[in-house]
């Protein structure tokens, strides 16, 4: 098992699901700011809201066959041994 603390904590367990979060570039606003000093779980929810509420930047995960093709990737990297 390890422990990483970067901006979030980070704990990587041998044989445990992995939760893992990404972004397409560009896909936040500049010049973004948050309330205050939060909490690592409440920053996270700040950011993945700002995200969901985005109408600029790229938006090519929403496209259906786009979206497929990383949903298929994912899942042959999950299963693949």
């Given amino acids: 098992m390890q ?3 970067r901006r979030l904590p980070h704990l990587y367990v041998v044989g445990e ?3 893992v979060t990404f972004r397409l570039h560009g896909s936040l606003p ?3 700011q948050f309330p205050g000093r939060l909490s690592s779980g409440r920053e996270f929810v700040c950011m993945d809201r700002l995200l969901d509420a985005q ?3 790229p ?3 929403c496209m259906p066959a786009i ?3 990383v949903v298929a990737a ?3 990297g999950a299963f693949h041994q």
């Fill in 59 to 61: 938006s090519f995960l």
């Fill in 3 to 5: 422990f990483r603390y």
């Fill in 74 to 76: 994912i899942e042959k």
């Fill in 67 to 69: 979206a497929r093709v």
């Fill in 30 to 32: 500049p010049g973004r």
């Fill in 55 to 57: 109408s600029v930047g």
């Fill in 17 to 19: 699901p992995l939760f």
